[in-house]
Every structure is written in structure tokens, then in C-alpha cells.
């Protein structure tokens, strides 16, 4: 119990910041009209790649050879989240394009 | 634990970077949602995610170290550029939602193995002083448990979706996945209460929790139907958002826990407005084994009535207005262009023609809008069903094309039936009703559908892209 509230309190700020984020979030999607759910969904399926930078954190202090290919696996899938995301949600967008 | 004394010029620009990298995703986020600058939206997020990526390997620095492997990291993620790159511009875009959810897949894959990584390597201080039993282990936990269930859980809904997997329907199924639920989470309690000197002691723990996620992803995924599998990818979406948050706990890393949390709760909003489409709790979809498979109560009576070709180009030509509710089927005969080319050929006529899109219709909330804006479709043409309802008996012709559930009204007739109470484009109400299909097998929630038993319906039996060449052949030449 002593631990989870010496946590809450070292972490109070990161708490906090995560609690205005999740409010942030649902205000944000709210207002989405429907036709744009499937591109909106897969722009969030990009963001999320932000776990990349976890990745390279692990993958730039790896030491030993198992952790430097478990890592070097991250990289990559982090990677393919973060490009393949962006790139189809492009893809899906440029379709509705306004045509004179 | 002083983060002063590794204070460095590049440490502040790290941090402002993470700083500005997180207005970007929310910038990002929010012009999402307009049609008109959602393509700059994904633009400005990815600048942040480059930024962040950037100054990430240049500035970042633990315990003093800066990042190191830098050769093998631009390796990776350059092979993770070019696969990337090259499967999102290659496939299909009837292909979209496998996709979606494979790509998910890889980011809850990246957020586990951060966390296997960093299970061996907590602190002997952090551990000598608070045991197990702190907020540092269950974020990697926590990471490791969630980013596997999504990474195995999408893996089959990515199976699923393209045809590779079939369902697999226990009765028993439900409580199964709660027991091992259950189990999930006093494992994660158990390790953390251990009394051990180091980390490292736990890892055959750690794989076991592992395994179990694993296993746990995939029967979760496993006997949920095609009908709810647009929630489970947005579900399993907001579940790698989570994972990533908590990376972001872990490196005290501000970017991967606003990016993360953000996902996370848009992705959790996403999935309840997709329930509520269908009338579905979430806890129903998440224990519950649904997708059909229960019979109807409700006996078939009458008979199916077709229509040729020519008596359908004569009644659409001579309406005065029709609606087209397109679906999966379309989209799979690859038949919105020529659709298209129909209600083209029809307004020359002088027929008022609008499309009906159910938000589910297609295989993700929004899918047959993107489908048939890959065909030009101006989208005022495209009316959500909640608004052309009340138009339809006003309606002369509904055109079904490739649809089936969302147009069952066994939704508003039959308390049995597991769609019951989903909102359905009430095609029922037109004066007709013009049914096109490949043969008479049922939809994706594989239950009967009285529609084509009404008396004013008739069938119009091919495979969609054909039926449809024909059709807009007949009405040229009326």
C-alpha cells in the first residue's frame, strides 16, 4: 500500500497528464463523423507506433547478443506500426479529395 | 535519481521535442476528424512521430549514456520503412481492416518485447527497496501482457478477416477465457509479490505470463464473429495504445505516453460508439461468444421472387428516386466503379440517386465510404442510415447491393435473433426493393433474412460487377 502511494506520488504529474490525455482523446474523437471512423482509426493504429521510441531506447543500450536482436526485432515492427500506419491512412485520404 | 545531474543541452531539446511531438498528434488527431484536412492531419502526426524518432536516437541519454547500435537501429529501421511502405501501398483497399489490424499487431509485438527486455534489468535499488511491488514492474508487466494479447489477438483477427482462419465456437469458450483471465492477473500479482533479490530471478515467471497472453489474444480473438470484428481491431487498437503509455511510464517518456494514452482512450471511445451501432455491450463482445450460429425462431414463409435485367433497368430508370445500400459484396466484386457508372447513367435519366451507408457496412465503421470514394463518388451523395430512414418510403427503388445484415429487419421483428435491436437501413419501407446477390447464402452474422421474403423485394441473383455491367448496359439502351 506504502508503495502504490509513494508511485502515485512521484508519478503524480505523469498521472495527471494521463488523465487530461484520456479526456483529450474521447473530446477529440466525439465530434468524428462516421465516414471518416476507418481513417481515423488507422491514423490512431499510427500514433500508437509511437512505442518505437521504446524500441530504440532498449535497442540503444543493448548489450548482449540476444537482447540486441530481441531489440533490433523491435525496431523493425515498431517501425513497420509507424510507416505502414501512416502511409495506408495517406492512402485512404487521398481518396476524398474534393473533385471539380 | 536526479535528473539535474544529466542535465544537457540535448536533453532539453529531447524534451521539447517529445513536447512539440505531442501537439503534433493531437493536431493530428483533430483534423482527422474533418473530411476536408484530415490528409494534412496524418501529415502533421507523422512529422511528430519523425521528430520524435529523430531526436530520440541524437539526444537521448540513459543514466548518462547516449543511444548506442546506432548502425543496427537505422538498419531496422530502414527494413522497417521499405516493408512497411511497400505492403500499405500495395494492397487492396477492400484489404484495409486486415491490414489495419496487422500493423496493430506489430506495435503491440514492439511494446512486449520492450518490456521482455526490460524485465531482467530493474533496479537492485528499486527492488532492494520496495520489492517486487512497484509501480516500475507493473508497467512492464502491464506492457508486456496487454502489448502480446493485442499482438496475437490481431494476428487472428488479421487471419480471420482475410479468410486464412475459420471461427472456432465452444459453448464453454467464455469461461474459459475468464478463467484465464483470472489466471493473468494473479500471476501479474503473484510475481510481483515475490521476494527476490533481482529481477532476472522471475524471467521463467515472465515467459509463462507471456505464453499465457499469448494464448489468451487468440481465444479471445478466436470465437468472436465477422460481425464484431471491426470492434475487436478498434478494441485491440486502443489496447496497443495502452502498451505504449506504458513504455512511456517506463523511460519517464513523455511522448510515448501522451501518443499512447491518446490512442488509447480515442481507440476505447471508437470501439463503444461501434458497440452501440450494433446494439452490443462491450463486456458482451469481449466474454461473449457471439456471431450467429443460434437459430431463428422466426420460420421462413413465402417464397423468393427474381427479376430480369430488363425489368430491373425499366423500374430503376423510370423512378424518381433510389437509393443504392452497398456492401461487403460490392466491395469484393470490386463493383463500386461500375456502381458508380450506374447512378451516373440514372441521373442523366433524371432519377435522384443517394447512397445508403450503415456505419458498420463493409468490415470497419466508415470502410464503404473509403470504397466508394476510391470510386468517385462524391461523398453529399453518401447519407448515413439514420438520416435516409425516414426518406425511404418516399423512396421508389432500394437497390441492395452485396448487404445483407444491415438491412435484416429481423433487427426490429425477432427478439431472438443476435442482431436484435441493431439499427438496420429500413429498406423494407420503399415501394421496391431490388436485391442483388450471388446466390441465397446467408450474411456475415449468418442468420436468414426475411427481406427477401417480403413481397415487395425481388432478387437479382450474379456476382455483382457482372449484374452491374449488365444492368447499366440495359439502361444505355432504354
Same mark, same amino acid.
Given at each position: ?49 509511437? %512505442?518505437?521510441? !521504446?524500441?530504440?531506447? +532498449?535497442? $540503444?543500450?543493448?548489450?548482449? #547478443?540476444?537482447? *540486441?536482436?530481441?531489440? @533490433?526485432?523491435? %525496431?523493425?515492427? !515498431?517501425?513497420?506500426? +509507424?510507416? $505502414?500506419?501512416?502511409?495506408? #491512412?495517406?492512402? *485512404?485520404?487521398?481518396? @476524398?479529395?474534393?473533385?471539380? | ?478
Amino acid at each position: 500500500m506504502e508503495n502504490i502511494l509513494q508511485f502515485i506520488y512521484v508519478h503524480r504529474e505523469m498521472i495527471f497528464l494521463v488523465i487530461l490525455s484520456i479526456f483529450l482523446g474521447i473530446e477529440v474523437i466525439s465530434h468524428v463523423p462516421a465516414i471518416l471512423h476507418t481513417p481515423l482509426m488507422s491514423g490512431a493504429n499510427a500514433i500508437h507506433g509511437v %512505442v518505437i521510441i !521504446g524500441a530504440i531506447i +532498449v535497442m $540503444g543500450h543493448a548489450e548482449t #547478443t540476444g537482447s *540486441m536482436i530481441l531489440g @533490433f526485432l523491435a %525496431v523493425v515492427l !515498431g517501425t513497420l506500426n +509507424v510507416v $505502414g500506419g501512416f502511409v495506408v #491512412t495517406d492512402r *485512404m485520404l487521398e481518396m @476524398f479529395k474534393r473533385k471539380k | 535519481m536526479n535528473e539535474f545531474n544529466h542535465y544537457s543541452f540535448g536533453i532539453s531539446i529531447l524534451e521539447i521535442t517529445y513536447i512539440i511531438a505531442s501537439v503534433l498528434f493531437i493536431l493530428g488527431l483533430k483534423k482527422l476528424s474533418h473530411p476536408l484536412s484530415a490528409r494534412r492531419g496524418n501529415t502533421l502526426a507523422a512529422i511528430g512521430m519523425g521528430l520524435a524518432i529523430l531526436a530520440t536516437i541524437l539526444f537521448h541519454q540513459k543514466d548518462g549514456k547516449p543511444i548506442g547500435n546506432i548502425g543496427f537501429i537505422a538498419a531496422a529501421i530502414v527494413i522497417g520503412t521499405i516493408i512497411g511502405w511497400m505492403i500499405a501501398k500495395k494492397v487492396k483497399m477492400t484489404a484495409m481492416p486486415q491490414l489495419v489490424s496487422f500493423f496493430n499487431g506489430m506495435g503491440g509485438a514492439a511494446a512486449a518485447l520492450i518490456s521482455m527486455m526490460e524485465f531482467p534489468h530493474v533496479s537492485p535499488d528499486l527492488i532492494a527497496s520496495s520489492g517486487m511491488a512497484n509501480g516500475h514492474v507493473l508497467a512492464i508487466l502491464l506492457g508486456l501482457v496487454i502489448g502480446t494479447v493485442s499482438f496475437s489477438g490481431s494476428m487472428v483477427a488479421f487471419g480471420k478477416l482475410d479468410g486464412k482462419v475459420g471461427d472456432l465456437r465452444i459453448k464453454s469458450m467464455k469461461f474459459v477465457n475468464l478463467a484465464i483471465l483470472i489466471f493473468i492477473v494473479a500471476f501479474v500479482v503473484f510475481i510481483m509479490s515475490s521476494d527476490v533479490e533481482s529481477s532476472s530471478e522471475m524471467l521463467p515467471f515472465m515467459y509463462v505470463l507471456f505464453g499465457v497472453s499469448v494464448l489468451y489474444g487468440v481465444l479471445f480473438v478466436m470465437p468472436i464473429g465477422g460481425a464484431d470484428m471491426p470492434v475487436v481491431i478498434s478494441l485491440l487498437n486502443s489496447f496497443t495504445g495502452i502498451a505504449a503509455a506504458m513504455g512511456g511510464f517506463l523511460y519517464n517518456n513523455l511522448a510515448m505516453l501522451t501518443g499512447g494514452i491518446l490512442v488509447g482512450s480515442a481507440g476505447t471511445i471508437l470501439t463503444v460508439l461501434m458497440c452501440r451501432a450494433m446494439n452490443r455491450s462491450l463486456l458482451n463482445v469481449i466474454v461473449g461468444v457471439f456471431g450467429g450460429g443460434e437459430e431463428s425462431s422466426v420460420s421462413v414463409t413465402g417464397s423468393v421472387k427474381e427479376i430480369t435485367l430488363s425489368d430491373a433497368a425499366v423500374l430503376l430508370s423510370f423512378s424518381r428516386k433510389v437509393v443504392i445500400v452497398p456492401g461487403y459484396g460490392l466491395a469484393v466484386a470490386q463493383a463500386q466503379h461500375i456502381c458508380h457508372e450506374l447512378d451516373k447513367v440514372l441521373e442523366e435519366k433524371g432519377v435522384e440517386v443517394k447512397y445508403a451507408i450503415h456505419p458498420v457496412a463493409g468490415r470497419m465503421p466508415g470502410h464503404m465510404n473509403v470504397l466508394l470514394a476510391e470510386a468517385d463518388v462524391p461523398y453529399e451523395q453518401l447519407i448515413e442510415s439514420e438520416e435516409i430512414n425516414p426518406d425511404l418510403p418516399n423512396t421508389d427503388v432500394v437497390v441492395v447491393i452485396g448487404a445483407n445484415d444491415v438491412v435484416n429487419p429481423a433487427a426490429e421483428d425477432d427478439p431472438s435473433s443476435p442482431i436484435y435491436g441493431m439499427p438496420i437501413i429500413k429498406a423494407r419501407n420503399a415501394r421496391n426493393i431490388i436485391v442483388m446477390k450471388r446466390g441465397m447464402g446467408k450474411g456475415y452474422a449468418a442468420i436468414e433474412n426475411m427481406l427477401f421474403y417480403n413481397e415487395k423485394c425481388r432478387m437479382l441473383f450474379g456476382d455483382a460487377k457482372s449484374t452491374l455491367q449488365n444492368l447499366v448496359n440495359e439502361v444505355k439502351s432504354l
